[in-house]
Nanobody, 125 residues
Framework: QLQLVESGGGLVQPGGSLRLSCAVS????????IGWFRQAPGKEREGVSC????????SYADSVKGRFTISRDNAKNTVYLQMNNLKPEDTGVYYC??????????????????WGQGTQVTVSS
């Protein structure tokens, strides 16, 4: 059974950093792209970033470019999202998700078949 579990969320002040982890089981990351999404209260889900199965290709939402970095360790079956210079508008529940493919589809979420339960990120002073 495919399973994704996020961790690393928390409360951080503006300008701070967090690193989220997405641990996967039931499948090997060698064959799957992984995306990160977030949803703020009262807002629609937003695609944040995605990287391909090899980690050689990545995409980012304009709102996080230059601040967030996606990476992966396929040997550990884990994908990371390093978030720097966090802003209050980055607050939300962050989810990792996998499409049934090795390359990243559009970050609208429609082609991502497997989802984690999410981890809360709150950026506030």
């Amino acid at each position: 059974q495919l399973q994704l579990v996020e961790s690393g969320g928390g409360l951080v002040q503006p300008g701070g950093s967090l690193r989220l982890s997405c641990a996967v089981s039931g499948f090997t990351l060698d064959y799957y792209a992984i995306g990160w999404f977030r949803q703020a209260p009262g807002k629609e889900r937003e695609g944040v970033s995605c990287n391909s199965s090899s980690g050689g290709s990545a995409s980012y939402a304009d709102s996080v470019k230059g601040r967030f970095t996606i990476s992966r360790d396929n040997a550990k079956n884990t994908v990371y999202l390093q978030m720097n210079n966090l802003k209050p508008e980055d607050t939300g529940v962050y989810y990792c998700a996998a499409p049934p493919d090795s390359v990243c589809p559009l970050l609208d979420g429609r082609e991502f078949a497997y989802w984690g339960q999410g981890t809360q990120v709150t950026v506030s002073s």
